[in-house]
């Protein structure tokens, strides 16, 4: 009987401990949500090269957003300073996103990837999404990453 009530008293304690750290999804939403930003940023640039068109990235503290440049006569005006096409995934699916809640990234920025995979940023650019980092490099366009 002694050893039923010490068993039953462990697993109180353990349960009590352990349980809401199993139940605690905040670290898998942190780190899903930093893997569609990065996946969404990458894909800017991959998109801004393919298309010959630049493509604007609008991150904000829980959201992001990606826009394009219209085409006119098949081709990309370079002084246009408008995005008005929201860049799709090849379903048809609008690229955007929203950070899971508690979630939040820093800085807020917009920049642009140009036709050659730069970006229009001053210096490179470091954002950080929850506990973790990551880099925009000016030149290159390159996000680098833990």
């Given at each position: 009987m002694v050893e039923l009530a010490l068993v039953i008293v462990i697993i109180g304690v353990l349960g009590a401990i352990a349980g809401p750290r199993l139940f605690n999804n905040s670290t898998f939403d942190e780190r899903a949500y930093y893997d569609e930003l990065v996946t969404s940023i990458r894909y800017?640039?991959?998109v801004a090269v393919a298309s010959g068109c630049?493509?604007?990235l609008d991150i904000t503290a829980t959201t992001y957003s990606l826009s394009q440049?219209?085409?006119q006569?098949?081709?990309c005006d370079p002084?246009?300073?408008?995005?008005?096409v929201p860049v799709r995934l090849p379903s048809g699916e609008i690229m955007n996103g929203s950070a899971p809640g508690g979630i939040t990234a820093a800085p807020a920025i917009i920049f642009v990837y140009e036709p050659l995979g730069r970006t229009n940023l001053a210096a490179n650019q470091m954002l950080t999404v929850g506990s973790r980092t990551l880099t925009i490099q000016a030149e290159s366009g390159l996000v680098v990453t833990p």
């Open positions: 800017a640039q991959k630049r493509v604007q440049q219209a085409l006569a098949g081709h002084a246009d300073a408008s995005f008005p």
